[in-house]
């Protein structure tokens, strides 16, 4: 699903955000980016969104590669991908149905589908009797769920997600990462960047870990009994 061959990012002569990273992500497996503020993270985010080109590298997503893609077609490449940013970015003025649906109405849906996949997307993070309620008047991990139910609801193969849990205390970022879990089982492939090592530490998917732009460890996979 994911390719990275030895990708560097540089800005400037001094400044490599990335170094040389390399690491593959198969379909349908959940893995976790890391490490400290600075590592890289948000930039690996940016090159998977096309909002940045790699200085060296190949990087290949769902057999596409990137260093083909043109500007213009950039748009439909990133249909096939959900986004869940810690700060959720919900529209405050109009509801929780129209925030949902707000990717489907700009793909061009017709209003039956639009319907039928927003109300799916509720149902699975848990908000179908919210719908016509408005972001503030939810609760913080409410407005997550909003979150993912917006990056999930035009069913795309792979999420990324940056922080999702970030301004969420324990338990509900305990909650929010089982219900990524659950779409996980679905068949999504997820990679999730997170600086919460106490919460991922129980989990048993990959670790990637980040260290001044340079990828330390890809981690190990583990089977559905728990074994390495």
Do not use: C
């Not at 590669?65 to 249909?79: A, C, D, E, L």
């Amino acid at each position: 699903m994911i390719h990275f061959e030895r990708v560097t990012k540089q800005y400037s002569h001094d400044h490599e955000a990335l170094k040389d990273v390399t690491f593959h992500l198969p379909k349908r497996e959940m893995a976790f980016l890391t490490g400290h503020s600075g590592a890289g993270k948000s930039t690996l985010l940016k090159l998977l969104l096309l909002a940045e080109r790699p200085s060296e590298g190949e990087i290949i997503v769902n057999n596409i590669p990137f260093k083909r893609v043109m500007r213009s077609q950039i748009p439909y490449i990133r249909r096939n991908m959900g986004v869940i940013f810690q700060n959720v970015k919900l529209l405050n003025e109009v509801t929780v149905y129209d925030n949902v649906a707000l990717p489907l109405v700009i793909g061009g849906y017709r209003r039956r589908e639009i319907n039928r996949q927003v109300r799916s997307a509720l149902d699975k993070v848990g908000l179908l009797d919210k719908e016509k309620m408005y972001p503030l008047t939810l609760s913080g991990g409410e407005q997550q769920r909003v979150g993912i139910a917006r990056a999930i609801v035009g069913k795309p193969p792979l999420l990324l997600a940056d922080e999702p849990t970030g301004n969420l205390d324990p338990g509900l970022s305990s909650e929010i990462m089982s219900l990524l879990e659950e779409l996980n089982q679905m068949g999504m492939t997820m990679l999730i960047a997170t600086h919460d090592l106490a919460l991922i530490g129980r989990l048993k998917h990959r670790i990637l870990t980040l260290h001044k732009g340079r990828m330390l460890s890809t981690g190990v996979r583990f089977t559905d009994d728990g074994k390495a």
